[in-house]
């Protein structure tokens, strides 16, 4: 790969016009759906959602603790946060905390939220089988056991979260030979080889005062030839500031740093000068 390389663009599905049947059906089942939770959530019933494994991750069962619907507990209105208790496939039970901050993707991700693969996709075309990638601030696992697959049995993932529900949740819940799951933040690192990995990312936004040390730390474990990919905040300048520290990194390809403003939340993609050594054999 060269530093001229773009990250594709994700395309997104327009949003439906018009008052047709296609745009009608949906308005209709949203409000049932609504009536449904109103009239559980009076007669005091909660809910399970049973989700099947698949691509190499567990099952889980995840039961209500509260009546309410995720979606109104997250909502304005709501107190911004759910409850569950998580049954896993051997039996043990663990509470867990939906919020905008703690993302689940199994129950989240119909409500718009992203536990990272989106951000992530665009890597396909440059992951190679065998590679060993770093993944920062990775939350409940759904990113972490995604780049997993994509990297083989003969690459591998370092996962890391400071948040220790999270890491929980996401060793059971996707349990894979090839991805490590680990509490704890960029100093963790300390540990690392230079060059230790062939590509990095860090899928949630950096605090500001945080961003300049960890990039700087995280840029050292990755090998030459590799690559960075950064998730900043939506608007706000951030993306252009999370570049401008990555500008002044060592060994930058400068031509590779790009922030990427269009929809969502700032991307910005970096690679790293040298040719990559091989790994995998």
């Avoid at 043990?92 to 989106?118: E, H, W």
Wanted: charged share 20%.
């Amino acid at each position: 790969m060269t530093g001229s390389a773009e990250v594709p663009r994700i395309a997104l599905p327009a949003p439906a016009r018009g008052l047709g049947l296609s745009s009608t059906f949906p308005r209709i089942a949203r409000q049932l759906r609504r009536w449904s939770y109103k009239l559980t959530s009076a007669l005091g019933i909660r809910r399970g959602l049973k989700i099947r494994g698949k691509a190499g991750a567990g099952g889980a069962y995840f039961k209500e603790i509260t009546a309410e619907s995720l979606q109104r507990a997250l909502s304005k209105k709501g107190r911004g946060w759910k409850d569950y208790r998580v049954t896993f496939p051997d039996g043990t039970k663990l509470p867990i905390r939906c919020s905008p901050q703690r993302v689940f993707d199994d129950l989240m991700g119909p409500l718009g939220y992203d536990a990272g693969q989106a951000l992530l996709a665009p890597l396909l075309e440059i992951i190679r089988p065998g590679a060993r990638l770093l993944l920062v601030r990775a939350g409940t696992g759904a990113a972490g056991a995604w780049l997993g697959s994509a990297v083989g049995t003969s690459g591998g993932v370092v996962a890391l979260e400071d948040d220790e529900q999270s890491v929980t949740f996401a060793t059971r819940r996707y349990p894979r030979a090839n991805v490590a799951f680990e509490h704890g933040s960029v100093e963790s690192l300390t540990g690392e080889t230079d060059g230790a990995f062939d590509g990095a990312a860090v899928v949630r936004p950096l605090p500001q005062l945080e961003a300049q040390p960890t990039l700087a730390e995280v840029w050292r474990v990755i090998a030459p030839g590799g690559w960075a990919l950064i998730a900043c905040g939506r608007g706000g300048g951030e993306g252009d500031a999370v570049a401008a520290i990555l500008r002044a990194l060592p060994g930058i390809d400068a031509t590779g740093v790009r922030s990427d403003t269009a929809t969502g939340p700032d991307i910005v993609f970096a690679t790293k000068l040298g040719a990559p050594a091989p790994r995998g054999k």
